[in-house]
């Protein structure tokens, strides 16, 4: 399949949005210079681009990973206060053998998300993105080399492992897995929330799709933490239960007018 370049179709409906009032000329100005950065890499055939996404060409230990920079979906987020840009691994370890890994990469200051997206992209373009980002060269390994086992240092691996063997690693009920991550203190807690949006339940036969959504649900209903809150229900699938207890939370005025927004843009999203 022939490379595609074409740098505004990344932003183009930002760019060309005159009704939306969250799309401000600040974030206009930041996401032209987003569009000026990656026009630069024109005539590098790592990058290449589609619809409201970058596609940037990479190796990890011999293997090409696809590295999908969702930029649509991390500006729309940001205009929730969502605080992460939204990138996928994506590796062929066996030949007709695709494997997809979301990667969580927190963006840190107050900059335009623009400004964000270009920094990515000047990272990609010096090498330095594995080594700048820490969770990249995992991501890469695991659609890369799934049967891999690995080791990280992770000050916050103490916390998961016990959590993860007694409430995820085995068959429990909902009520022990909530009662267990309301354990958490608050600077832990969004720890093991991510970690939990991250899990491969290909290779987790104790708890499904479903149940982990019901524990996200529990979480979001019964935890006192707004960060927590936010980033749960700005991932939260899009079913029945979710909208209808979305609904009924969001008939209380939350104290966080950013929740309050997350809140309303998710029941939108999952109305469409």
Request: proline share 4%; glycine share 2%; with cysteine.
């Amino acid at each position: 399949m022939p490379r595609r370049f074409n740098s505004s179709e990344t932003v183009r409906g930002f760019l060309q949005s005159t009704e939306n009032p969250m799309v401000t000329p600040q974030l206009k100005k930041s996401l032209k210079l987003f569009v000026e950065v990656l026009e630069d890499f024109r005539d590098d055939e790592r990058f290449s681009t589609a619809t409201g996404i970058v596609k940037l060409k990479d190796q990890f230990e011999g293997k090409q990973v696809i590295w999908r920079l969702n930029v649509k979906k991390t500006i729309v987020d940001s205009l929730y206060d969502d605080k992460h840009i939204s990138l996928t691994a994506i590796g062929e370890p066996e030949t007709g053998q695709i494997r997809e890994k979301d990667v969580c990469v927190e963006k840190k200051g107050k900059l335009p998300i623009g400004d964000y997206l270009a920094q990515f992209l000047l990272l990609f373009a010096n090498g330095k993105h594995m080594t700048e980002i820490k969770t990249l060269a995992t991501a890469a390994m695991r659609v890369a080399y799934p049967n891999r086992t690995y080791t990280r240092v992770d000050p916050l691996e103490a916390h998961w492992q016990p959590f993860y063997e007694t409430a995820i690693a085995q068959d429990t009920t909902p009520e022990t897995r909530l009662a267990a991550i309301l354990e958490f203190e608050p600077e832990h807690l969004l720890y093991i929330v991510r970690r939990l949006f991250n899990l491969d339940l290909d290779f987790e036969p104790s708890i499904t799709n479903d149940e982990l959504q019901v524990l996200f649900l529990d979480t979001f209903e019964r935890c006192e933490n707004d960060d927590v809150k936010r980033f749960i229900v700005a991932r939260l699938d899009a079913t029945e239960e979710a909208l209808t207890r979305l609904i009924v939370a969001n008939e209380t005025e939350f104290v966080d007018d950013h929740l309050q927004r997350a809140v309303e843009y998710a029941i939108n999203r999952m109305r469409n």
